[in-house]
């Protein structure tokens, strides 16, 4: 249902400083805890100042009023105030404290409006005493404030610019907390955007993030800045490259979903909830916009981010979550990595999942975000119910990011062993590590050119201890499909693909296995023993015909471009990139090499492999939609992303020269007929469920 309010429909709450018992605050305990900036005053757990009005969007200004009157007003109709408690209720003076600057209210940071000016913008924090309505309208719209901080020290495309001089934000966040002599409540925090346009100012959803500045700009902590860790001859310093704990900020989100049928935000937020906040990335870091790891941590609330943020997945419980900048692509197309991902989310592989966001720091507007998974133990928790303790993961020349060092040990003496007995045969090498697995892994970066990847940007995980069988001989749970013990590839920074630096003609054949270096070892010790070799090249033509055929990638692309479209300009007033016009060139490199990728990787997969003589048309007949028939394991049935079935029939450009494979249990293979030419084809295996032939010829026909 679609939200919208006047200021008319406000509740009504009377004034600022309020008399209530101080047994009252102690009945409201609850929740979650935060930190304050006086920590010999505790805070209560739940229960907090009334707002008049909820978080939200709003067409013109009102007066917004808080209180704790409601509070009282429902424990006494509930009994709970006794009458000896009430009789004493003046003896105890509660003050209203608030903030608009997203900072944490507190006495100490009380000033006057001269003190604000003079004070530094980079760890200003003001608090204000509420004395009755505040005028919202008063607030907006805002001058740049944040945004004038400088955030980066590169140059030439990647350079820091103030915004646009005609750039303003429309949201302002109040937060509040009431103050007695010996306790003090929880903070509350509400964002507010007024503006003509409403719930609709923005097609996307929107994240308020609300911390202490200081936290983000001051000089010696800050940690969205250069500062005092930065070294002018070394762009990896600085304080954005520092890492862990320490480095961590707390803040307050909130989630604003959109309603896409009906164009506009719901309101109130879906999600409001205490995060730590750090920053992602490698080299990017340095770029003016950054990407944002959330924390969810029992001590900023509940642990759990408790909301289904990806369409394309039902998982609604996350640990950790991105707010990704488009990496390398920031200030180009701001969705190249999520294209690329996104387009194999149908396949056995952990993928990224995407959903494009509007984020405000403090009230003031950041700019476009990819909310995306965060690879870590828990999301193999997350995703597959394992013990995140029970996780080993790799990254690059398999360096240790979480684990076992015995498991790290024995995954370099598994890439030495491939190839010679007995890990000389898919079946031994499967028990390993999941080749269907890596095969679609390779697939994918081969395709989109990615030259960022294989010697960085590499990920493998596994589980430590496979489970043990019970009684019955079946695993215990979790996910069996991955609780084995075998090592899996994690697709991510695929940011340099679509065109980014590499191109439509980029040769990846050459690229990945004419590297000297760590990279080339496992992939070029698979790909020598012929039976994977043979796989990996006729499933590529597979997906070529099918994930990759150049309508559906375009369709893909332009899909995810309308999505984001109409904040580009409001994004490139605050960055000053990418620009409508030079975001337009980039969407159409996307759409060139989409529109030729496959006829060129088919020609370098060519003069690569010899085994490889051409391409021939492959149609299949006779496909039952309700049967399992996979074709290099990709089912072919109208429900497969890129799979075109008319009038039962398939058909796509295969390679000749290199078995292609059949699967079915539900269709008997041994009754299907081949047709060509004589010399079209060699017949290699047919049985009830597996038919294999080596196509020679221009065209093959297999009716079922």
Not at 109 to 115: L, P
Not at 324 to 339: E, P, V
Not at 389 to 413: M, V
């Amino acid at each position: 249902m679609r939200l919208r309010r006047s200021p008319g429909s406000a509740r009504r709450l009377r004034p600022a400083v309020l008399l209530i018992p101080l047994v009252l605050l102690l009945l409201a305990a609850g929740a979650c805890e935060i930190q304050l900036p006086t920590p010999s005053l505790p805070a209560l757990r739940e229960g907090g100042v009334a707002f008049s009005h909820d978080a939200g969007f709003y067409h013109e200004p009102f007066q917004l009023e808080l209180g704790l009157d409601e509070v009282a007003d429902q424990l006494r109709s509930a009994g709970q105030l006794r009458a000896e408690d009430q009789a004493r209720s003046s003896a105890t003076e509660i003050t209203i404290y608030y903030t608009l600057d997203g900072s944490e209210p507190t006495p100490d940071n009380i000033m006057t409006d001269r003190e604000w000016r003079e004070a530094s913008s980079e760890t200003r924090a003001r608090t204000f005493v509420y004395t009755g309505p505040i005028s919202l309208g008063d607030q907006l719209p805002r001058e740049p404030d944040l945004a004038t901080i400088k955030t980066g020290r590169m140059g030439d495309e990647y350079a820091w610019h103030p915004p646009h001089s005609s750039h303003r934000s429309h949201a302002v966040v109040v937060r509040a907390l009431a103050r007695g002599q010996e306790l003090q409540t929880r903070t509350t925090t509400r964002s507010y955007f007024i503006h003509p346009d409403g719930d609709t100012i923005h097609q996307l959803p929107v994240v308020s993030l609300s911390l202490d500045r200081a936290g983000l700009f001051s000089f010696e902590t800050g940690l969205y800045v250069p500062g005092i860790w930065a070294e002018w001859w070394d762009i990896y310093t600085g304080n954005y490259h520092q890492r862990g704990r320490d480095w961590e900020r707390r803040a307050h989100l909130e989630y604003f979903e959109t309603e896409p049928e009906q164009g506009a935000i719901t309101a109130p937020p879906v999600l409001s909830h205490g995060v730590g906040v750090r920053l992602h990335g490698a080299k990017s870091r340095n770029f003016p916009q950054k990407s944002l790891r959330l924390y969810a941590r029992s001590e900023y609330g509940p642990n759990r981010l408790a909301h289904q943020f990806f369409s394309t997945k039902s998982d609604d419980r996350f640990n950790r979550l991105l707010l990704r900048h488009s990496g390398n692509d920031w200030g180009h197309t701001m969705f190249r990595d999520a294209a690329a991902q996104t387009l194999m989310l149908h396949r056995d592989l952990d993928i990224q999942h995407y959903q494009p966001a509007v984020v405000y720091i403090n009230g003031e507007y950041w700019g476009i975000h990819n909310l995306r998974d965060r690879y870590d133990p828990h999301y193999m928790e997350q995703r597959y119910g394992l013990d995140p303790d029970n996780i080993t993961i790799l990254e690059n020349n398999a360096e240790l990011d979480h684990g076992s060092p015995q498991l790290r040990s024995q995954y370099l003496d598994l890439v030495a062993a491939v190839g010679t007995a007995p890990l000389d045969t898919p079946a031994a090498i499967n028990e390993k590590l999941d080749l269907d697995n890596w095969i679609d892994y390779h697939i994918l970066q081969w395709y989109h050119a990615n030259t960022d990847w294989p010697y960085n940007n590499v990920r493998l995980w596994r589980v430590n201890r496979p489970p043990t069988a019970t009684a019955g001989g079946q695993p215990d749970p979790p996910d069996p499909t991955v609780n084995d013990g075998r090592w899996r590839w994690l697709v991510y920074d695929i940011d340099r693909s679509f065109g980014f630096t590499s191109t439509k003609n980029t040769n990846m054949p050459r690229h990945v296995l004419d590297a000297d270096d760590w990279s080339r070892d496992l992939v070029h010790r698979l790909l020598s023993i012929p039976v994977v070799r043979d796989e990996f090249l006729q499933r590529t033509a597979v997906h070529l015909a099918t994930t990759f055929h150049p309508e559906r990638v375009a369709q893909h692309i332009q899909q995810l471009a309308a999505a984001i479209e109409p904040e580009i300009p409001r994004h490139s007033q605050r960055w000053r990139r990418p620009g409508t016009g030079f975001w337009q060139q980039e969407l159409d490199i996307m759409l060139d090499f989409a529109a030729n990728r496959p006829r060129i990787h088919r020609r370098h997969l060519d003069t690569w492999f010899g085994e490889i003589t051409g391409t021939a048309t492959v149609e299949i007949t006779g496909v039952d939609p309700d049967s399992d028939i996979r074709l290099h394991t990709v089912r072919l049935h109208p429900d497969t992303p890129g799979v075109e079935i008319q009038d039962g029939s398939w058909s796509g450009e295969l390679f000749t020269g290199v078995p292609l494979t059949l699967e079915s249990g539900s269709t008997d293979l041994s009754t299907a007929v081949i047709q060509g030419d004589e010399s079209a084809f060699e017949l290699l295996e047919q049985t009830p469920d597996r038919l294999s032939l080596r196509i020679t010829g221009e065209k093959v026909s297999i009716l079922l």
